[in-house]
């Protein structure tokens, strides 16, 4: 009694892990089979000496639609939809269609060798299996185009969700940035500078005032863009650190050393100004403690910026923004940014070329 019911727990498992697959492989089955019954006798009516042929389309619609489901799952490791649709639909009906006529044959002449009287084929009976051939390669036919729509559509899917993650990825890095230039302690600063200013320097604090304006401006304009020319950054970062050197003085100086043809170039908005904003905020500059920032193209095209490590840096912090500006990196489909956390602190920034060359 336990082998029995183990045996109908292992016919049954696959059709609760699968109910919707293998019941559509029954339906399809006994459609089949009802559609062959009622074109060669007219009528709907299961009689008794049809039901050993009954069994059998039972067990071949379970067995099909398992195999099949396996099979192209098989094949498109092997090939891709997108990249040989043709190929693929090819390959995958004639294997599918191959294979169950392979099984429908073989399940055929062991009923036929174990209950040859049920099985017996007269003339008239191998006609009807030569319909049902056909039935079964129309069955296959549809099968496939229906498995290519699902997986057209699973990939329409993917990419629906990648683009609403890339979009959701820009909102959060835009937030971030204005958030972190609208900060109180940012906002506080930069009044207390001015403050200082207007009571020691009035010509001074209306550039200052200037440069801020500049770099809100900037902000303004780049929300809604994911990347921005490399002269335009540039342009933001001097007006950016036009308002360090007034709070630090010389302890803190930016050393440019950018060719004319990288100019155009492209990379996410923000980048230069996050990565000396965090140089500052890790290494605070002193009466004999300089801290330099250099920003230059490496032989290899990418765009280098470092700065030393003065004594008493800051070390205990996430790098949450460096985290945010991979992240990007990523969303944009470039490799993420190489980071070398050594004396001097390194991060190399891939470019994206304006004018790329199509293959």
């Known amino acids: 009694m336990l082998r029995w019911k183990l045996l109908l727990t ?6 609760r892990q699968h109910p919707l697959r293998l019941s559509g492989g029954l339906f ?58 043709a190929v693929r639909f090819i390959v995958g009906f004639v294997g599918g269609l191959g294979t169950s006529v392979l099984f429908a044959y073989l399940l055929w002449q062991l009923s036929a060798i174990s209950l040859p009287a049920l099985f017996y084929l007269s003339e008239n009976d191998q006609d009807v299996l030569y319909k049902a051939g056909i039935l079964l390669a129309m069955v296959v036919f549809f099968q496939q185009i229906t498995y290519a729509i699902r997986y057209a559509y699973s990939q329409y899917a993917v990419e629906q969700l990648a683009t ?53 401006q900037y902000l303004l304009q780049q929300r809604h863009h994911d990347k921005v020319k490399l002269k335009d950054e540039l342009a933001f970062l001097t007006a950016y650190f036009y308002q360090l050197q007034i709070r630090f003085g010389e302890q803190i100086r930016l050393h440019l050393a950018i ?39 490496t032989k290899q095209g990418e765009l280098e910026v470092s700065n030393n490590r003065l004594p008493g840096a800051v070390n205990d912090s996430f790098h949450i923004g460096l985290q945010h500006l991979k992240a990007q990196y990523v969303r944009l489909g470039k490799k993420e940014p190489i980071i070398i956390a050594a004396d001097p602190f390194v991060v190399r920034l891939p470019l994206f070329d304006p004018h790329p060359i199509k293959p």
Not at 29 to 45: D, I, P
Not at 51 to 68: E, H, I, N, Q, T
Not at 187 to 199: E, G, P, S, V
């Open 28 to 85: 399809t089955a006994l459609l089949c089979f009802f559609l062959l019954q009622y074109a060669e006798t007219e009528s709907w009516r299961l009689q008794v000496s049809h039901w050993p042929v009954f069994v059998l389309c039972l067990l071949f619609g379970l067995f099909a639609s398992w195999w099949l489901s396996f099979l192209n799952h098989k094949v498109d490791h092997w090939l891709n939809w997108q990249k040989v649709f």
């Open 10 to 15: 292992m016919i049954l498992a696959p059709l």
């Open 259 to 297: 060719a004319e043809p990288f100019m155009d170039f492209e990379l996410p908005p923000m980048s230069l100004q996050l990565l000396v904003e965090n140089a500052v905020k890790h290494n605070t500059p002193g009466q004999s403690n300089f801290l330099d920032i250099r920003i230059h193209i």
């Open 164 to 216: 609403i993650q890339r979009k959701s990825a820009a909102t959060a890095w835009r937030y971030k940035t204005l958030k972190a230039q609208l900060s109180p302690h940012y906002l506080f600063n930069n009044l207390n500078t001015i403050t200082a200013l207007i009571q020691r320097d009035s010509q001074q604090a209306e550039a200052y005032i200037r440069q801020l304006a500049l770099s809100y």
